[in-house]
Structure formats: structure tokens, C-alpha cells
């Protein structure tokens, strides 16, 4: 088996040896992709290998990402993994959001329930795993949210140093707070996110510092694994659509390269469709999709969302991201504020909660719906793409009716739960218990 290092853009083509340190083609520019030329496996006997894994107490089986490993074949072997166990995360039927969004039925691929609370876990595994075969000793992004969060968690777990680059004066507490707990070299730069992006390379080439930020291939390979373990899940049986928000558009490439290998491979028949919602003030990827000669990504200048994970006005995979909505049939939609915290709330409701970009996905499909993209009776799944808990702020605002959106609009709690203050009084709580809620 080979693998190898392909250049993305069709008319280039140039090919690098796996281990080559290269995020970006040196010849062209375009971002690279990890390719298996010749990688043909035996999907039934996978398939039962793979749901025999599940009940194996070796670390690397119980890995919901590396138990898949046969279609992520990029090491020569196993040596340099270090797992927390991520991926093994539900499908989560939920029939009040089914409602909600339009649907006869919808189930939720929840990556919230990985390791540090995001589907950046799935990635990092193998973004990780790559630093160490190649025997660096530092690893380093450029983020403040997700990213950095399960960055500094598998570095630190593999014994690798974790640096975070991020712009000073712009934090976000929840996320940056699981990076200083795990450990991470930590440096606000004075500069904007692509000066310091420009920095961080200089950096990296400089001081041997192998770069995770949303570029590297390996991530995108470990993200597949949340297609693979979403079909196994489902005995291979593909659904109509996969709904999943739209960011820095990595998550969207991998799981359309994921779908597209495994239908190569004889694992599925059919390739479900894929919808990309995007927040309304941060929607390069929708209106690409939307203007008729998709041609090149305009970006936008100053994003805006509160739903901070999908708040990039530049996204990097654009290119792989059109490719892969194309190839899928699939669609793009954009959201608004008010849109995904109420489909927040209504996910909440239902028991199983997410975080703000999550959302998007039953706002978009509540749109798709209501538009008759999508059918009542389509089998849908949508992908929650990070935990509840990585945002409490934002909740207790919505539900106290104090959530400002950008250019400072309240957000309606159509769907509030207030607390409410009473006496230290049983009769009063009592009647209160009695009346409507
Ligand atoms: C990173 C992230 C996204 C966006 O994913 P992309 O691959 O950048 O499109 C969405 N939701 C959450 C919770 C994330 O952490």
C-alpha cells in the first residue's frame, strides 16, 4: 500500500511523499490531500472486522477514529498514535427537533459526546499521530476555540509541546480554558489572524514546529472516520441527506472525501446528499454556491456570528468544500441569528443539547423544508458538531432574554426558560407548581 500527498486542484496534480512537511502545494499553492493509489479493500469482511473492534479492549480499537484505520491508511504503523478515545459518539433520534425542523424524522451524529467536546478530536488523533512519525516535538495552531482546545490535549497527551497562537485582546473563555488546563503555550500576538497566521509559518519553518491549524491533511483524514462510524452505525445504509454547519468548511470536505471513498470502495451504494449551513453574517460558502459561475470564494471581511465556530470570513477548504457539495448533489443554506438559537433551544429541549454553530444544522434544515429542498419523509442526519457546555453564557442570556446579536439586536427567547426567584414558602412554590408552566 502507498500513500502519498496529492495537490487538490485538478490541473496540477503534484504528488509529495507522505512524509513531506508541506501544507500548501509548493508548485501551485492549492491545498494538499492525502491519497491511497491502488487501496482497494475487502468491504464485507471489513465491515465485520470493524463491528468486531467494538468489543476489543486494545486502545486502538476502542478508538472510534483509528478502528477504522484500513481507510485512513497514511502511517506505516501504529507507534506514534495516541488516542483518548474519541469518535464512539451516538445517533440520537429526536422527535421534538423532527418536528421543528419540518421532518417525519431526524437523528443527530453527536461529536459533542468527544474527548475535549468538539469533533476536533477525531482529527487531531491523526493530525497528532503524523507530528510524532515525523519526529517533531512541537505542534501549534492559530485558533481560540475548538482547534486549540483538542490540540493542546492530544499534544500533551502524546508528549508533545502545544502552542497557541491567538490575536490579544480577542478571547473566548470556555474553549481557551480547556487549552491553559491541558497544558498549552499559550501567546497572544498584537496582530490580526492572518498576520499571525503568516508569523506562526515563519515560526514553524524557522523552529521545526509542525502546524495543525484547519490546512493540515491529517485532520481531514481522521474526520472521515465520523461518516464511516455514522454508516456502520447505521448497518451501511446510507440516509438521503447529511446536515452539518459550515466554518472554515474542513469538516464539510472530509466527510464528502469520506463518502465518495467509501462508495469507491464497495462500502455503500449510494452517497447521501450534503446540505452546509452557514450563519448569515459569515457566508462566503453560500453565496459561492449560490452565484452561478462558482468561481472563486469571496471573502468576508468582518464575520459575524455568535455562533463563533463557524465564524470565518476566509474559509481555507473552500475549493474541496465546492468540490465535494457538488459531487454530493448537495446544497448550501445560510441562517440567522435568531434562527439557530432558537433551534438551540428546541435541541436542548429535546435532552440532548449543542453548541451555538451545531444548531445551524436544524435551523438550515427547518429552512430546506420549508422550501421543499428537502422532503417531510427524508431520512436526515445532522451532525452536532460540539458540546452544550462549551458556550454557557450564551445560554443563559437566550433564556433570561438577554442575548444581543452582532450590530446589537436582541435575540427573541421564543423558546425561553427563565429561573424564577421565590420565598422561602411551600404554599406560594406549591401554587405555583399548579399553575401553567
Ligand atoms: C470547527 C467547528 C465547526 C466548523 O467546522 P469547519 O470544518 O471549520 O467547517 C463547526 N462547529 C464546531 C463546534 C466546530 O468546532
Known amino acids: 500500500m502507498s500513500a502519498e500527498l496529492v495537490c487538490f486542484n485538478r490541473s496540477c496534480r503534484a504528488r509529495f511523499p507522505i512524509t513531506e512537511v508541506t501544507y500548501n502545494c509548493p508548485l501551485c499553492g492549492r491545498l494538499l490531500e492525502a491519497a491511497y493509489p491502488g487501496l482497494a479493500l475487502d468491504s464485507e469482511s471489513l465491515k465485520a472486522t470493524w463491528r468486531s473492534r467494538r468489543t476489543c479492549n486494545q486502545p486502538l480499537d476502542q478508538s472510534g477514529v483509528w478502528r477504522y484505520r484500513e481507510i485512513i491508511p497514511f502511517l506505516e504503523n501504529y507507534d506514534s498514535v495516541v488516542t483518548l478515545r474519541e469518535g464512539n459518539t451516538p445517533l440520537l433520534p429526536a422527535n421534538g427537533a423532527a418536528e421543528y425542523g419540518g421532518l417525519d424524522h431526524i437523528t443527530f451524529k453527536h461529536q459533542g459526546f468527544n474527548p475535549t467536546g468538539s469533533f476536533k478530536d477525531n482529527g487531531m488523533t491523526c493530525g497528532v499521530a503524523q507530528a510524532r512519525r515525523l519526529g517533531m516535538k512541537r505542534v501549534a495552531c492559530v485558533s481560540t476555540g475548538n482547534t486549540s482546545a483538542s490540540m493542546a490535549a492530544y499534544a500533551s497527551a502524546a ?10 485582546g480577542n478571547i473566548s473563555y470556555g474553549k481557551l480554558a480547556q487549552a491553559l488546563e491541558y497544558g498549552a503555550r499559550t501567546f497572544q500576538v498584537e496582530a490580526n489572524f492572518d498576520q499571525i497566521l503568516a508569523l506562526v509559518r515563519q515560526l514553524a519553518e524557522r523552529l521545526g514546529i509542525y502546524l495543525l491549524n484547519s490546512i493540515n491533511p491529517f485532520r481531514i483524514e ?17 440516509p438521503d441527506w ?20 467509501l462508495k469507491q470502495l464497495g462500502f455503500i451504494r449510494n452517497v447521501p446528499r450534503l446540505a452546509v449551513i452557514q450563519a448569515e453574517g459569515s457566508a462566503p460558502f453560500y453565496e459561492l454556491y449560490r452565484d452561478s459561475e462558482r468561481g472563486k470564494l469571496k471573502s468576508v471581511p468582518h464575520p459575524e456570528t455568535l455562533a463563533t465556530a463557524i465564524k470565518i470570513g476566509d474559509p481555507v477548504s473552500w475549493p474541496k468544500a465546492l468540490h465535494e457539495v457538488m459531487e454530493s448533489n448537495g446544497v448550501v443554506e445560510k441562517v440567522t441569528e435568531q434562527e439557530i438559537a432558537d433551534a438551540k433551544a428546541v435541541i436542548g429541549k429535546c435532552g440532548i443539547g449543542c453548541e451555538p454553530a451545531s444548531a445551524a444544522t436544524l435551523a438550515g434544515t427547518r429552512k430546506l423544508t420549508a422550501t421543499g429542498v428537502m422532503r417531510r419523509d427524508a431520512d436526515v442526519v445532522a451532525v452536532l458538531t460540539g458540546n452544550l ?49
Do not use: C
Open 159 to 168: 508528549g508533545l509541546e502545544p502552542l497557541i497562537f491567538i490575536p490579544h
Open 242 to 261: 447529511v446536515v452539518l454547519p459550515g466554518g472554515n468548511l474542513g469538516n464539510t470536505s472530509a466527510f464528502g472525501k469520506g463518502l465518495r471513498e
Open 222 to 238: 481522521g474526520q472521515k472516520t465520523i461518516m464511516v462510524e455514522m454508516l456502520d452505525q447505521r448497518d451501511w445504509v446510507s
Open 389 to 437: 457546555l462549551k458556550d454557557p453564557d450564551y445560554i443563559y442570556r437566550y433564556h433570561t432574554g438577554q442575548l444581543e446579536a452582532p450590530g446589537g439586536r436582541m435575540i427573541e427567547a421564543n423558546f425561553g426558560n427563565r429561573p424564577v426567584v421565590v420565598p422561602n414558602d411551600a404554599e406560594r412554590i406549591a401554587s405555583l407548581l399548579s399553575s401553567s408552566f
